[in-house]
């Protein structure tokens, strides 16, 4: 596996209607805070939904997981770090909550996307050539992503 350095950070303050009754943010919102850390992220390589969509490919989430460490309250500025951990066959995304204060851990997760072609809704068993082109394309105005690709 290549090693990837691409990450992407969503600065959010936790909202009132994302809370239970007790103050505390309802865990199924989570998904939300890594949704938009993720678009972010993918954003960052020109390819957000609307060019996967362009692409002739769909990312369904396939797989989660989630440590849920702190209870987040309503009102609360977090950090949500999105970080690509896997690409060549499979999207996985790490994921890590933090006060934005503090930078205490909150929470920590995953998720894995794979291609599936939007005509004949086939997935697929490697990333899609146009993957492989938005990162070398990024990596070559970015050091971020430093060396990714072994070819």
């Known amino acids: ?5 691409l990450r992407a950070e969503a600065k959010l303050v936790t909202a009132f ?13 989570y998904f939300r805070y890594f949704e938009e850390a993720r678009r972010l992220l993918m954003e960052k390589i020109d390819y957000g939904y609307r060019a996967m969509e362009a692409s002739g490919y769909l990312w369904p989430v396939i797989d989660a997981k989630v440590r849920y ?5 309503y009102n609360k500025p977090i950090k949500v770090i999105a970080t690509l951990a896997e690409w060549e066959n499979r999207l996985k995304v790490n ?12 929470c920590k997760a995953h998720t894995v996307q794979v291609p599936v072609t939007i005509e004949g809704q086939e997935m697929q068993f490697a990333a899609p050539p146009v ?7 990024y990596a070559a105005v970015s050091k971020e992503l430093g060396e990714i690709f072994h070819d």
């Open 131 to 137: 993957l492989k082109e938005k990162l070398l394309a």
């Open 69 to 73: 460490i702190r209870a987040i309250e």
């Open 17 to 29: 209607q994302d809370a239970d009754p007790m103050g505390v943010v309802y865990h199924g919102n």
């Open 1 to 5: 596996m290549s090693a990837i350095c």
């Open 95 to 106: 994921y890590l909550i933090v006060d934005a204060a503090s930078n205490e851990r909150l």
